[in-house]
């Protein structure tokens, strides 16, 4: 299958904090780039959803990034520890610019 990323994935383990269904939700980052992030969750919204997610920087600094869920993915249990369960924002509008920083650092 062809590659149909504009830009290439970076992985970073990263906490990202979200809202859906009326709860609060934590979760990780698995991979990131400027036009989206792969976030690890057990809750796991609806394709098609939008969000905005609060992204912690390494230095604590908090971002608000809004989006659309356009993929999600859940495993079996069994294989939670070698597959990621998550979803899949696409980043709707221009991201901070300290995101777009950090990206460029790693």
């Given amino acids: 299958m062809a590659e149909k990323r504009q830009f290439p994935r970076k992985k970073r383990r990263l ?3 979200f809202s859906w269904a009326k709860a609060s939700c934590t ?14 969750s057990v809750r796991i919204p609806k394709v098609g959803s939008r969000l905005t997610i609060k992204l912690f920087l390494p230095d604590e600094q908090a971002l608000s990034i809004a989006g659309q869920v356009v993929r999600s993915y859940r495993v079996p249990p069994s294989l939670a520890r070698l597959i990621p369960s998550g979803f899949s924002l696409k980043i709707m509008q221009r991201p901070p610019e300290a995101y777009l920083q950090f990206l460029a650092s790693i």
């Fill in 15 to 17: 906490t990202v904090e």
């Fill in 27 to 40: 979760g990780f980052t698995y991979d990131i780039s400027p036009s989206g992030i792969f976030v690890r």
